[in-house]
C-alpha cells in the first residue's frame, strides 16, 4: 500500500458500496476514497536558478506539487478509490484531510487515516511536505496487519540543487503473514514474498527529476 506526499490530499468514494467509510472535512478537503495495500506520499519541486528567475522578472516561476492518500483497494473486483486524498493547490498552501475508518470484509479494514500536503514557494526556494497516516490497518483477513503507518515525502530546491527525502516513514508492529517484524523503518523498496500471494513492498520510492532544478518522489509505505 502506497503513501504519497505530494502537497494534496483528496479523498473519493469510487466503488464503495460493500464498505462503511465515515469521514470528517477540514477546510478545503474533499473526500476521496481508494486502496491498494499502500499508503502513499507525492512531492515535486521546480526552482530555476537566480540568473533565470531574473530574466522572467518573477519568482512565480518556482512552483510545487503535492498529493497524499491513505489506502486505495484494487483487489477481486472490489476497488475503492485513493481515501482520504489531498492534492496541493499549485502557489502551496496545505490541505489536510481525515476519514475516521474504513470497513470492506474479508479485504480491507482501519481506523483513523490522516492526510496532510504542505508547499511553500519564496523568492529563492521552494519545499514540499506530504504525508499519509493509517491506524490499525488489516488487509485481506490478516495477511498483513500494521498498528500504525506513516508515509512521509518531502522535496525542497533552491535552483542549484533540488532534493527528496522519505525520511519519517514508519511502520509500528508490523506483521506479514503471520511473521511479526515489529517497528521499523524498512530501507527503501524493501521486498517480502509471500509464497501463492505475491510481493509486499515496504517504503517503496519512486524518486524522479534532475536534481538540479526538479525533484519528485513517490512514497509508498506498503504496496
Given at each position: 500500500?502506497p503513501?504519497n506526499?505530494?502537497?494534496?490530499?483528496?479523498?473519493?468514494?469510487?466503488?464503495?458500496?460493500?464498505?462503511?467509510?465515515?469521514r470528517?472535512r477540514k477546510g478545503?478537503l474533499?473526500?476521496v476514497?481508494?486502496?491498494?495495500?499502500?499508503a502513499?506520499?507525492?512531492?515535486?519541486v521546480?526552482?530555476?536558478a537566480?540568473?533565470?528567475?531574473?530574466?522572467?522578472?518573477?519568482?512565480?516561476?518556482?512552483?510545487?506539487s503535492?498529493?497524499a492518500?491513505g489506502?486505495f483497494?484494487?483487489?477481486?473486483g472490489v476497488t475503492v478509490?485513493?481515501?482520504?486524498h489531498v492534492v496541493l493547490?499549485?502557489?502551496?498552501?496545505?490541505?489536510?484531510e481525515e476519514?475516521l475508518?474504513?470497513?470492506l470484509?474479508?479485504?480491507?479494514?482501519?481506523?483513523?487515516?490522516?492526510?496532510i500536503t504542505?508547499?511553500?514557494?519564496?523568492?529563492?526556494?521552494?519545499s514540499?511536505?506530504?504525508s499519509?497516516?493509517?491506524?490499525?490497518?488489516n488487509v485481506?483477513n490478516g495477511?498483513?496487519?500494521?498498528?500504525?503507518?506513516?508515509?512521509?515525502?518531502?522535496?525542497?530546491g533552491?535552483g542549484?540543487?533540488?532534493t527528496?527525502s522519505?525520511?519519517g516513514?514508519t511502520l509500528?508492529?508490523?506483521?506479514v503473514?503471520?511473521?511479526?517484524?515489529?517497528?521499523?523503518?524498512?530501507?527503501?523498496?524493501?521486498?517480502?514474498?509471500?509464497p501463492g500471494?505475491?510481493?509486499?513492498?515496504?517504503?517503496?520510492?519512486?524518486?524522479?527529476?534532475?536534481?538540479?532544478?526538479t525533484?519528485?518522489?513517490?512514497v509508498?509505505?506498503?504496496?
Amino acid at each position: 500500500m502506497p503513501i504519497n506526499e505530494e502537497g494534496v490530499v483528496e479523498m473519493a468514494r469510487d466503488g464503495v458500496s460493500a464498505s462503511t467509510v465515515k469521514r470528517r472535512r477540514k477546510g478545503r478537503l474533499s473526500a476521496v476514497a481508494r486502496w491498494a495495500v499502500s499508503a502513499a506520499a507525492f512531492c515535486l519541486v521546480i526552482s530555476l536558478a537566480p540568473e533565470a528567475r531574473e530574466a522572467t522578472a518573477s519568482h512565480a516561476s518556482n512552483s510545487v506539487s503535492g498529493e497524499a492518500f491513505g489506502v486505495f483497494v484494487q483487489i477481486d473486483g472490489v476497488t475503492v478509490g485513493k481515501t482520504p486524498h489531498v492534492v496541493l493547490p499549485p502557489d502551496g498552501g496545505m490541505v489536510q484531510e481525515e476519514v475516521l475508518s474504513i470497513q470492506l470484509p474479508t479485504t480491507l479494514s482501519s481506523d483513523t487515516l490522516t492526510v496532510i500536503t504542505t508547499g511553500a514557494i519564496g523568492q529563492n526556494t521552494a519545499s514540499a511536505q506530504s504525508s499519509a497516516t493509517v491506524e490499525q490497518l488489516n488487509v485481506l483477513n490478516g495477511l498483513v496487519t500494521v498498528k500504525l503507518v506513516v508515509a512521509m515525502a518531502s522535496s525542497t530546491g533552491d535552483g542549484n540543487t533540488a532534493t527528496s527525502s522519505a525520511e519519517g516513514t514508519t511502520l509500528i508492529d508490523l506483521t506479514v503473514n503471520g511473521v511479526s517484524l515489529g517497528d521499523l523503518s524498512p530501507l527503501p523498496n524493501t521486498k517480502i514474498d509471500i509464497p501463492g500471494v505475491g510481493t509486499v513492498i515496504l517504503n517503496e520510492q519512486i524518486l524522479d527529476g534532475d536534481g538540479l532544478h526538479t525533484t519528485a518522489l513517490t512514497v509508498n509505505a506498503i504496496h
